[in-house]
């Protein structure tokens, strides 16, 4: 499917309706309503408060909504574990590189595969039992720029190249739906295009859906941007529709932050 289809229910691999989600008495997402177009990258962005965390903890599922439905590629997964919908093809990165790091770039690529394969408890197994699985692990590494490192251990490379290794990492459990964490976040300006075009590159033929506070970044990925305000939907559009509205433009001054 092309990312300029007509407005049809099977154009959407993952929406909300009702979506909210209680603390207490307090509201942190409260009635969001979203569509994920498939094979489109859609941003969530707001300013410090807004709720898009605990937006995407409930569409990834470490949050179970109080109340509301969530549907990915026409299933229900409103009360479906986080394990299970990645499984399914769900699939999100975190905003703390999580890698390990004492392991090289190739084995922490090999241990998500082993993860997709069913085989990532099997520690008894003979090393040579999962070398049929470094084929794979090497090309996901050339993928992200990173063939020249299999070898390296994950704590030494920079910044930049361990949130490529997640990425990495990601892609190993083949997801039809990436959901991204903030990938910039604590990047020095050098990291920020090769992570941006990398981005680009792994959405292809799948959808991606990103919290992210860069506003650059957003400008030059995504197809389809909505922008939450105390934990509702304050709009949604294009970057140029969004930029240009006055209650985003209210909403952001005084700067972007993270939630």
């Known amino acids: 499917m092309t990312r300029h289809q007509t407005d049809t229910g099977t154009d959407y691999v993952l929406t909300a309706r009702g979506m909210t989600k209680r603390f207490g008495g307090f509201a942190a997402v409260n009635n969001v309503?979203?569509?994920?177009?498939?094979?489109?990258?859609?941003?969530?962005?707001g300013p410090n408060g807004a709720g898009k965390t605990t937006c995407f903890n409930l569409l990834t599922k470490t949050l179970t909504p109080t109340s509301g439905v969530i549907t990915y590629d026409g299933q229900d997964?409103?009360?479906?574990?986080a394990?299970?919908?990645?499984?399914?093809?769900?699939?999100?990165?975190?905003?703390?590189?999580?890698?390990?790091?004492?392991?090289?770039?190739?084995?922490?690529?090999?241990?998500?595969?082993?993860s997709k394969e069913g085989t990532g408890f099997h520690f008894?197994?003979?090393?040579?039992?999962?070398?049929?699985?470094?084929?794979?692990?090497k090309d996901l590494l050339d993928q992200v720029g990173l063939g020249?490192?299999?070898?390296?251990?994950?704590?030494?490379?920079?910044?930049?190249?361990?949130?490529?290794?997640e990425i990495a990492?990601?892609?190993a459990l083949?997801?039809?739906?990436?959901?991204?964490?903030?990938?910039?976040?604590?990047?020095?300006?050098?990291?920020?295009?090769?992570?941006?075009?990398?981005?680009?590159?792994?959405?292809?033929?799948?959808?991606?859906v990103i919290v992210e506070h860069n506003l650059s970044i957003v400008a030059t990925l995504c197809d389809r941007i909505t922008v939450l305000q105390?934990?509702?939907?304050?709009?949604?559009?294009?970057?140029?529709?969004?930029?240009?509205?006055?209650?985003?433009?209210?909403?952001y001054m005084g700067g972007v932050d993270e939630d």
């Open 148 to 165: 020249d490192m299999a070898d390296a251990k994950a704590a030494d490379l920079s910044y930049g190249k361990k949130r490529a290794l």
């Open 33 to 45: 309503d979203l569509s994920i177009r498939r094979g489109s990258v859609h941003a969530l962005i």
């Open 174 to 208: 083949d997801p039809q739906v990436m959901l991204l964490d903030e990938p910039t976040a604590g990047m020095g300006h050098e990291d920020l295009e090769p992570i941006t075009e990398l981005i680009r590159e792994t959405a292809k033929g799948r959808t991606v």
């Open 77 to 81: 997964i409103t009360r479906t574990r």
């Open 230 to 251: 105390h934990g509702e939907v304050l709009t949604e559009g294009s970057y140029a529709e969004v930029s240009a509205d006055e209650r985003v433009i209210t909403a």
């Open 83 to 114: 394990a299970d919908v990645a499984r399914l093809g769900l699939v999100r990165s975190f905003q703390i590189s999580a890698t390990f790091t004492q392991m090289t770039a190739l084995e922490n690529v090999r241990v998500a595969l082993q």
């Open 124 to 137: 008894w197994s003979p090393i040579r039992s999962l070398s049929h699985l470094d084929r794979r692990a």
């Open 169 to 171: 990492t990601t892609l």
